[in-house]
């Protein structure tokens, strides 16, 4: 076997009685071993292995933007999607005793100081990059944005309450399905016929005047169509809903805009298992009867997230990478790097004189999911195939639409961005 292609933990476990100190991982900073020993009569031929934590500069060595670690590919997909590597080892660094607690964060009691300080950081930090209004609550929960589809209407309106999604595609779609059972939803636009490659003006939306709220999808994750700008409900006491899932963080966002923004945190802001609702205090306190206690956010904000158990380690990861975030600048520079690498991704594809495509209209174009397809659609499983072997990977679009999607997330570095389009250039010229 060879130890090149291997990584550390996999060698040991086929070659236990081997010292690995020659395993080539062991000469980058990805995996410092500092010593290794193997405990005799154990059972089960146990080894112990200590892992170094990276410095400080090992750290700040690879902040976003920068070439990343060999061993690691440029991981474009949709979500749970790639993570910035210098979080990654912070979390390394910390994962095994957190600063002076004696132990990690996933053996903390959730109500203990410890992981407070962690929640209440994380929190802070988030108020701070996106300029959360005092009047807004934060919480912390899980399901997913899937359970948020049912949990906005089962919270804001009552059965019989009238309330409009605009349909731009699957994710608003399936939003929509999901409300119909709890309120009486109407789709007020739909992309369907377009392939949902648009967004219409919002002069033209016919809302109805007593919407309890109108629903929108800021970011279609599948589709590459995001709202550049946000419609005002026609009802002067109805409120404005985003699913924010796939843009969450990746730009400024004026809140107070809405009633309430949710999000899936795997994209931008952490690992999967975390769902970040803000929402208007007002609006909270009027679930329906039928409610589970679970998805009331009047149980969540009484309690600070922390009714149940929360998803504590993926809290903890969501407030190191909104510490990175501030540490970028905040949300405007976040947004500027973001620009740079979309733009250069879409100049590649309209330049390629339709040999790549991108079905969705100039001005509505995601900054994060980037779907396109081949004009010659037999090459397309070639391309996918060729940019994993030079370690791009996740190029496949959703099974829904075919082609492909590159999803370019906050930590994505420039690199990546700039590697795919040399790749794209290159397959082109062999195959145009
Ligand atoms: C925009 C959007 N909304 C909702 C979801 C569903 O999220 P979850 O899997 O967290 O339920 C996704 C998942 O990719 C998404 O991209």
Redesign the pocket.
């Known amino acids: 076997m060879s130890m090149a292609t291997t990584s550390p933990h996999a060698y040991l476990l086929q070659n236990p009685n081997h010292l690995l100190k020659n395993h080539p991982s062991l000469n980058s900073n990805a995996f410092p071993v500092t010593s290794i020993r193997t405990i005799k009569n154990a059972p089960f031929r146990s080894i112990s292995i200590k892992c170094a934590a990276p410095t400080a500069t090992q750290i700040q060595d690879r902040s976003p933007g920068q070439t990343q670690s060999q061993d690691r590919v440029f991981n474009f997909a949709?979500?749970p999607a790639t993570l910035p590597e210098n979080v990654l080892l912070r979390a390394q660094s910390e994962l095994y005793i957190w600063r002076d607690s004696g132990m990690s964060v996933m053996e903390m009691s959730h109500r203990g100081k410890d992981f407070l300080s962690i929640i209440q950081k994380a929190e802070a930090d988030l108020r701070t990059l996106l300029e959360i209004p005092s009047e807004y609550a934060v919480m912390f929960l899980q399901?997913?944005?899937?359970?948020q589809?049912a949990a906005v209407p089962l919270n804001i309106c009552k059965q019989d309450d009238p309330v409009d999604y605009m349909v731009t595609g699957s994710?608003s779609d399936?939003?929509f399905k999901e409300a119909q059972k709890y309120c009486k939803a109407k789709v007020i636009w739909s992309g369907k016929s377009d392939k949902y490659t648009r967004i219409p003006s919002f002069d033209g939306l016919e809302q109805n005047p007593d919407a309890r709220y109108l629903h929108i999808?800021a970011?279609?994750?599948?589709h590459g169509v995001e709202f550049k700008d946000y419609p005002t409900p026609k009802n002067p006491n109805g409120i404005l809903v985003a699913?924010?899932?796939?843009n969450f963080c990746s730009k400024p966002v004026d809140v107070s805009k809405f009633g309430m923004i949710y999000a899936?945190a795997?994209?931008n802001v952490g690992p999967?298992g975390v769902?970040i609702v803000i929402i208007r205090k007002d609006l909270i306190g009027n679930s329906q009867d039928v409610t589970p206690v679970m998805l009331d956010y009047k149980t969540q904000a009484e309690n600070n997230s922390l009714y149940n158990t929360p998803p504590c380690y993926g809290i903890y990861m969501c407030g190191l990478v909104f510490e990175d975030l501030l540490d970028q600048g905040g949300l405007k520079e976040v947004e500027k790097k973001n620009k740079k690498k979309a733009e250069i991704l879409y100049n590649a594809i309209d330049a390629s004189n339709g040999f790549y495509r991108c079905p969705v209209e100039k001005s509505v174009r995601s900054l994060m999911n980037v779907p396109f397809t081949l004009e010659k659609s037999e090459l397309e499983a070639e391309f996918i195939k060729e940019a994993a072997k030079e370690k791009m990977v996740q190029l496949k679009g959703h099974r829904s639409v075919g082609g492909m999607r590159a999803s370019i997330y906050n930590a994505m570095p420039l690199a990546g961005v700039e590697k795919l389009v040399a790749f794209m250039k290159e397959f082109q010229a062999r195959h145009a």
């Open positions: 949709a979500g399901g997913g944005a899937t359970t589809f994710w399936k939003a999808c970011n279609e994750t599948i699913d924010m899932s796939s899936g795997q994209k999967s769902t």
